[in-house]
């Protein structure tokens, strides 16, 4: 019986109406018509049993019943709003800032265009990109470090990347900007009653690691409320993300290729570039996406961190709908928004993903 | 395996491990700060000023957080029960089953984990604005955001992280033992209940307290289908930092944090029980 968990990926069953996949109920026991001009389905028709095929049936249809209540669920509270959506972002905004749900036009999209939207939706990119990359260039070694542990060591470690993870994201951005706050744990700019900032107790160091301090850092001024203050939000944010999958990837590579590659004189950056990265990919790719897509839609960080200055497309969409009152473009710029995440997510499971 | 001959050696060495301390600087560091200074005596959220524990009474004495508080852990509470049966169904239709539609519904069951927030946000918006239009017109009703519009939105997520942690479950899972039980005669029924549901249990659990994080975390989703004074404490904090930060609300976090860090502990017990992989 025991269907194989990945037989359904092959494609038999959608292409030639073979009867695994038929959920219609049995009316008779009737090879599928119309289909036996394909030989394949000649021999499988041929192959099978009757009462297999019917045993079969069943079991779709019990399959389809297990699924049923949720199918529908998410039909009704995932599907539709998602079908809703679409159809908000072609209707017209009328005078008193209601929708029309009549007139259907592609005026909402043709905004993307205006130079306003275009420099949004290129900031949040930019700033998707830089917090993606950022997220590599740390989490790399870390992943890399944490799989060349001893097992113990390694789940202590991953232990402590997963209580972040868990925790609340509110909280771990509003922790930023307890920090940040000015007058506060970072700087003292107003009153001089607080001795103890960050910035004092760099520019306190012994002499000997003065040089690394330069003298600017007295008169720096806080991140918050900055792109800086966004992406380091961010970057705290989805460390997480980028070296889970990463990890995962790494811990699997066979480390000894490592070895071999330095016996044949490789360089430890030849090794990096020519041996671990290429088989690391799929966490490379797996870790980029899943850093990328929140980053480019989100909402809380830049609220939090980043004041109203920068603003970004997730405040741009919400500030469409309660406050613009521009729902027909707010709905188009969500569509667009999904429409980046499906491409982004295409190319992950194209890398064979589902690392997490 | 030993990993030793892979392990780098002198500066990168070094270097590596100095990256790996400075993460984990990264990651706790803030966390702590802000533990420390919400029993700071001084209205300046960054400020030492002095041991005191009145912010949180200020947290207790508040009755619209309180309010939120309680409605956070109800949505959490049901949207995690819905969600784990419906997502447990899911999970083993997908893995056990081979039916038509089959792969739309897992596109489907795909998507609420990889759209952006903010999209499905909108998303919920809309619908229930032109839902309860409609039923509003045609059957005299009053239905308005609330409690419930927040629940069934979180279970509209929710099930999806349910279901793929489950089907992670069962997909490690070897055949044999149910194929076993279906050969020396037990209904499919009893095969389920003795041998595949012991077996994923824990998965079922993970799941749950995935679900339960997740919806006690959520803001922007809730955010939009929330109703006037109605809603959750994630949102209530969300406004409050965004009228201005008081320490109050350094309060509050700490108590959302520590919820939080129980969750972990648990989900660390369930995964040491099934001795699994990170994630799923």
Sequence with gaps: ?356 | MSAGPARPRGTTRVALTANAVLVYVFFFAPIAILAVFSFSDDRLVGRWGGFTTSWYGDFWADELLKDSMWMSVRVAVLSTFVSVILGTMAALALERFRWKTQRFFDAVLYLPIIIPDVTMAVMMLLFFTWGFDITNDVFGTEFSKGFGTITLSHIAFNISFVSIVVRARLAGMSLELEEAARDLYATRWKTFRHVTLPQITPGIAGGALLALTLSLDDVVITQFVSGPGATTLPVRVFSMIRKGITPVINAVSVVMLVASLVLVALSLLIQRLRGGSITG
């Design chain 1, 1 to 356: 019986m025991g269907c194989g968990r990945r037989l359904g990926g092959a494609g038999v069953s959608e292409e030639n109406g073979e009867p695994d996949g038929d959920v219609e109920p049995a009316e008779g026991l009737d090879p599928p018509q119309g289909d036996l001009t394909t030989t394949e389905s000649v021999l499988t028709a041929e192959a099978t049993p009757r009462f297999e095929r019917a045993a079969r049936r069943a079991d779709a249809w019990r399959g389809f019943f297990f699924a049923a209540p949720t199918y529908l669920y998410m039909l009704i509270f995932f599907v539709a709003p998602l079908g809703i959506v679409t159809m908000y972002s072609f209707a017209t905004r009328n005078r008193t800032g209601g929708t029309d749900l009549e007139g259907w036009n592609l005026a909402s999209y043709a905004r993307l265009d205006e130079p306003i939207v275009r420099t949004i939706v290129f900031r949040s990119l930019w700033l998707a990109v830089v917090t993606t990359v950022i997220c590599l260039l740390i989490a790399y070694p870390f992943a890399y470090f944490m799989a060349t542990r001893t097992p113990r060591v390694r789940n202590l470690m991953l232990v402590f990347v997963m209580i972040p993870f868990w925790t609340n994201f509110l909280v771990r951005n509003y922790a930023w900007r307890v920090i940040l706050e000015n007058d506060g744990i970072w700087n003292d700019t107003a009153e001089a009653t607080q001795t103890d900032t960050v910035v004092d107790w760099l520019l306190d160091l012994p002499h000997w690691m003065q040089w690394a301090i330069p003298d600017w850092i007295e008169n720096l001024p806080s991140p918050l409320f900055s792109e800086v203050g966004i992406v380091l939000g961010l970057v705290y944010g989805f460390l997480p993300f980028m070296i889970l999958p990463l990890y995962a990837s790494i811990e699997r590579i066979d480390l000894s290729l490592v070895e071999a590659s330095r016996d044949l004189y490789a360089s430890g950056r030849q090794t990096l570039r020519r041996v671990l990265i290429p088989l690391s990919k799929p966490g490379i790719v797996a870790g980029s996406i899943l850093v990328f897509v929140p980053s480019l839609g989100a909402y809380v960080t830049p609220q939090i961190l980043g004041g109203d200055k920068e603003t970004l497309l997730g405040s741009y969409i919400v500030v469409q709908f309660l406050t613009a009152r521009n729902w027909p473009f707010g709905a188009a710029l969500s569509v667009v928004l999904l429409g980046i995440m499906l491409i982004a997510t295409q190319i992950y499971f194209r890398n064979e993903g589902r690392t997490l």
